[in-house]
Nanobody, 126 residues
Framework: QVQLVESGGGLVQAGGSLRLSCAAS????????MGWFRQAPGKEREFVAV????????GYADSVKGRFTISRENGKNTVYLQMNSLKPEDTAVYYC???????????????????WGQGTQVTVSS
């Protein structure tokens, strides 16, 4: 069992930055690939970014590529999402998720993941 807790969300103006963190407890963190998803009101939960077991493989949704960076520190059991140049359309609840396998394309599907956090709200004002 893996427990995931997100933090770092908040209210920020357009053009600003936030860094989200996701702390994991339970089984060996480094054996899981980690993803970030987001869900805006009235919309489906969508893929944002994924990182492989040791951090050398990453993938991003086209909507955030060049603005967001996913990283991880296995020694701290934590994955991060650095979000720069934020836009109002980035407003959503952001979720981290853990998967026992890694695929740069499969990881874009919600069904790929075994564990989910409760989410953290990010609101970007115009």
């Amino acid at each position: 069992q893996v427990q995931l807790v997100e933090s770092g969300g908040g209210l920020v103006q357009a053009g600003g930055s936030l860094r989200l963190s996701c702390a994991a407890s339970g089984r060996t963190f480094s054996s899981y690939s980690m993803g970030w998803f987001r869900q805006a009101p009235g919309k489906e939960r969508e893929f944002v970014a994924v990182i492989g077991w040791i951090g050398s493989d990453t993938g991003y949704a086209d909507s955030v590529k060049g603005r967001f960076t996913i990283s991880r520190e296995n020694g701290k059991n934590t994955v991060y999402l650095q979000m720069n140049s934020l836009k109002p359309e980035d407003t959503a609840v952001y979720y981290c998720a853990a998967a026992s396998q890694f695929s740069i394309w499969g990881s874009r599907n919600r069904s790929w993941y075994d564990y989910w956090g409760q989410g953290t709200q990010v609101t970007v004002s115009s």
